[in-house]
T-cell receptor, first 118, second 117 residues
Framework: AQKITQTQPGMFVQEKEAVTLDCTYD???????LFWYKQPSSGEMIFLIY??????QNATEGRYSLNFQKARKSANLVISASQLGDSAMYFC???????????????FGQGTTLQVKP | GAGVSQTPSNKVTEKGKYVELRCDPI?????LYWYRQSLGQGPEFLIY????????DSGLPNDRFFAVRPEGSVSTLKIQRTERGDSAVYLC???????????????FGPGTRLLVL
């Protein structure tokens, strides 16, 4: 069965510094997608970044990058130059790639609370 | 363009009552998902619609939960005989389908916070 593990319940980072949020996953499917979402206190899940299992390069989106280590089954999120507005809950999620029999539903980890200190 | 919208944003009800939660997906998104998020947890899948049909309802916890999407756009999640354990945030997400893995990213609405007293 698919599983996502986020081992850091809470993290602190100083403003303007970089921070890494850990995510490991388990699946027997050779084709899958990995996602990171941000959930501020307002509650909305905001899509940040996507990594496909066959992508040769690590995904990057602005200040966000995904450190994808396929052999280790890890997909850590790196946030560079942290800002106060980055304080939120961050969720790692996995999806079996869409196909005729796959629904595309997401499996989420428990989340990591990030607090950025001024 | 407009994102996913959900109404109401908050719902307080009494145990045993019936509630309906509404989701309006991004225009053109044929796939619609419902998730439930308990306090301090990640969202958990409930049901998936492709067009008007429920293609996967394996996440619905029991037969008190039901969802419809009659015209392939707006969806309603219905909970009968609510219980205190149903209290959670109900999230709706929508995506494109058939456009490739990257394009099928799910975009979420703000959620409905349900409190059953």
């Amino acid at each position: 069965a698919q599983k996502i593990t986020q081992t850091q319940p809470g993290m602190f980072v100083q403003e303007k510094e970089a921070v890494t949020l850990d995510c490991t996953y388990d699946t027997s499917d050779p084709s899958y997608g990995l996602f990171w979402y941000k959930q501020p206190s307002s509650g909305e899940m905001i899509f940040l970044i996507y990594q496909g299992s066959y992508d040769q390069q690590n995904a990057t989106e602005g200040r966000y990058s995904l450190n994808f280590q396929k052999a280790r089954k890890s997909a850590n999120l790196v946030i560079s130059a942290s800002q106060l507005g980055d304080s939120a809950m961050y969720f790692c999620a996995m999806r079996e790639d869409p196909g005729s029999s796959n629904t595309g539903k997401l499996i989420f980890g428990q989340g990591t609370t990030l607090q950025v200190k001024p | 363009g407009a994102g996913v919208s959900q109404t109401p944003s908050n719902k307080v009800t009494e145990k045993g009552k019936y509630v309906e939660l509404r989701c309006d997906p991004i225009s053109g998104h044929t796939a619609l998902y419902w998730y439930r998020q308990s306090l301090g947890q990640g969202p958990e899948f409930l049901i998936y619609f492709q067009g008007t049909g429920a293609a996967d309802d394996s996440g619905l916890p029991n037969d008190r939960f039901f969802a419809v999407r009659p015209e392939g756009s707006v969806s309603t999640l219905k909970i009968q005989r609510t219980e205190r354990g149903d209290s959670a945030v109900y999230l709706c997400a929508s995506s494109l389908k058939g456009q490739g893995p990257r394009q099928e990213t799910q975009y979420f609405g703000p959620g409905t916070r349900l409190l059953v007293l």
